[in-house]
């Protein structure tokens, strides 16, 4: 998809800033991004650009940074920047700074000056980038400033469902026909059925955010939770809402972790392992989602952790904050919040997974514009714990069906 990069850039003059160099700062210089352009220089060699798309290909002066650079410092006022750096160093700075970067479907190589020496880098968006980009003490190799925008850039899921960098920002109108559900909760929302032929299959209108924030087509596992990570009810649900509304593209922004309560998934709860802050995780991974959609509506299957003595009486103070601040910091005073039953199996525990699923279908009666699932009828894989494939695909259809229902 090769659409005009942006219309408006910033004036020279606004972006004569310093540009930090990892030995140093010194007082910008410029240049301009083409193929063969010479933009560096440093103690060991001096690099070029190759490979450059033509989608980056600009007369536009950019302040000259050094090649080793692990800093970067923007003008103010930016709704997004692009930057190149390697995808793992990139991963890097998404999981310890939690950037909302945008990965594109496009590439840039540094070259040195003989061709033997070749550095490939992915391109990425910041929105709304800060006035500098620290990565010292959590990246290895250099990052590099490519283009500026005022007015913002946006990344489309295309027919391939690989983001390309396009301009002049989505309407609503254009985000509207694209939409987005928040996938929440602990492992069997994140699925842990196994993997059949009939989850191989895929529907062109469903798409799913992979764990690098691109859009790909759905295909189960589409969480990455655990090692463990199966069929959910994630893209069940996608394509009986795909069906619902034939004109629309749906897009699934899996963010569930295993084993987890309710209060680690509140806001401000610490950091839980490897997966850091959930609750921060889930809203950043949304505005990177909102990018390109608007969000209809968020499901929640969560509670095996939970429903014991205790837990079950401050559920409901715990669960009506959570969508509270969800759709506050979305900025979704509306969407609707549905949530699923857990899975009543083993003798040893009935008793309080039955009364956590009694108290949690008076969720209606707490929040507004809710709805709960139930799980009545669904097997278990073998485990007592876990819903089996094909319950997952059943459960998917009745989020549908009842996210359907919310007024």
Same mark, same amino acid.
């Not at 959590?138 to 396009?166: E, F, H, W, Y």
């Not at 759905?218 to 996608?238: M, N, R, T």
């Given at each position: ?13 606004? +972006? ?18 083409? &193929? ?101 003490? @959590? ?73 690098? $924030?691109?859009?790909? +087509? ?6 990455? &939770? ?52 959930? #609750?921060?995780?889930?809203? @950043? ?41 969800? @759709? ?52 278990? @894989? ?13 459960? $998917?259809?009745? #989020? ?8």
């Amino acid at each position: 998809m090769n659409i005009p990069f942006m219309n408006k850039i910033i004036t020279t003059g606004a +972006v004569a800033i310093f540009m930090l160099f990892m030995v140093g700062t010194v007082s910008a210089q410029t240049f301009q991004v083409k &193929d063969g352009a010479w933009p560096w220089k440093d103690r060991v060699n001096r690099w070029k650009l190759a490979d450059v798309p033509k989608e980056l290909i600009s007369d536009t002066e950019i302040p000259q940074q050094s090649c080793g650079s692990r800093a970067i410092v923007f003008p103010e006022g930016l709704k997004d920047a692009v930057i190149g750096i390697k995808s793992d160093e990139a991963q890097k700075l998404i999981n310890s700074l939690k950037l909302p970067l945008r990965k594109t479907n496009l590439h840039i190589t540094v070259m040195s000056a003989n061709g033997k020496s070749k550095l490939p880098y992915s391109i990425f968006v910041y929105p709304n980038p800060p006035k500098k980009l620290n990565g010292r003490g @959590r990246i290895s190799a250099g990052m590099l400033l490519l283009k500026l925008s005022a007015d913002g850039i946006q990344s489309t899921p295309c027919a391939n469902a690989v983001p390309s960098i396009t301009a002049p920002p989505k309407s609503l109108a254009e985000r509207s026909k694209f939409h987005l559900y928040l996938l929440v909760g602990q492992s069997n929302m994140a699925g842990r059925g196994k993997v059949e032929a009939v989850d191989l299959s895929i529907n062109p209108r469903v798409l799913t955010l992979n764990k690098e $924030g691109r859009w790909v +087509v759905a295909v189960d596992p589409i969480h990455s &939770d655990k090692a463990a990570a199966g069929v959910g009810p994630g893209k069940s649900f996608g394509i009986e809402m795909a069906k619902k509304n034939p004109d629309v593209v749906i897009g699934l922004i899996p963010c569930a972790v295993g084993g987890t309560s309710v209060s680690q998934w509140q806001k401000g709860a610490p950091s839980t392992g490897r997966w850091g802050r959930l #609750y921060d995780n889930a809203i @950043r991974r949304a505005k990177i989602a909102m990018h390109d959609g608007v969000l209809k509506g968020i499901l929640w299957h969560q509670g095996e952790s939970d429903a014991k003595a205790g837990g079950i009486a401050a559920y409901q103070k715990k669960i009506t904050a959570l969508v509270a601040n969800f @759709r506050k910091d979305l900025n979704a005073p509306d969407v609707p919040f549905v949530a699923g039953m857990i899975g009543v199996w083993n003798p040893k525990n009935n008793d309080p997974r039955q009364a956590f699923n009694d108290n949690l279908a008076n969720l209606p009666k707490w929040i507004p514009k809710s709805a709960v699932v139930s799980s009545e009828g669904l097997n278990h @894989r073998g485990d007592h714990l876990h819903f089996s494939s094909a319950a997952q695909r059943t459960l $998917g259809q009745r #989020y549908a069906k009842a996210l359907e229902g919310v007024k």
